[in-house]
């Protein structure tokens, strides 16, 4: 899921790791999406910010010897995992792209489908990629993403921390501290809560939203202190968190009981067509 546009989480094998256990987090709604999008055995897919292919094994177990994945990434080690992973995916052909996503090229010519999964919030503007997406692909063409909203859950945290539950205050901390980070680099973590808008605006067809909150459970939380590990330095040097305090903040997480607490995070999805 990664951008040249500055891509703000890590593109490490601890990154990679970390994209995993996503990928576990992201597997109901990522099967629904791909229903949604009624894949078909020969179906050319293109999908936005394959990073290690995650979404793209998805994808490829329910296409034919005649279906192929574009998978388009910026990063060359996300990619080179991508393609060491999906080598043994079913008959399908898997075609790595190293390119920038947000500028749209040759590499969506024919598409019969085009997806993304956590790619949108890493996208400046990302809604303007969105128009100009449905301008460069065929009428009918399938679409579809899912993308993370770490904000509109900040909402139940924040009452739930003021009437008396001070424990969850990490969780606000770390959704907080994410917003920050991408604020400062001019994306938005929340993309997904007027996606559906936006492409209705943009002229798609059909467009369906669905929105799954993820409880935080034990690998929810396991996520939160990775993604702390990723961004220690970074947001040290924006002024968000020192890194004593991100320390702080992921012994705080790992002390956590992970039972009844609020969803920090979920995904909003979309499907329609061009």
Known sequence: MTVPTGYVLGQSAAAARRLAI???HFA??????LDDLALRQDDRVVELGCGPGGL???????LGAGGVVVGVDASPGLLDQARARLAIEGPARFEP???DISTLGPWLDGADVVVGRAVLHHVPMAELLLGRLRAAVRPGTRVGFVEPDFRTPLARVAHLDATGRPGVRPLAVWAT????LYAANRISPAVGATMAAAMTAAGYR????????FPTDATVIENMVLVYDEIRDTIAALGILTPAGVAEQQQLLRDLVPFDLPAVWGLHSVVCEA
């Open 56 to 62: 793209t094994a998805r994808i490829l177990r329910r």
């Open 97 to 99: 792209v190293a390119a």
């Open 206 to 213: 059909h467009v369906r939203g669905d929105w799954t909150p």
């Open 177 to 180: 501290a994410l917003n920050q």
């Open 22 to 24: 996503q990928d576990a």
């Open 28 to 33: 109901g709604p990522s099967e629904k999406l």
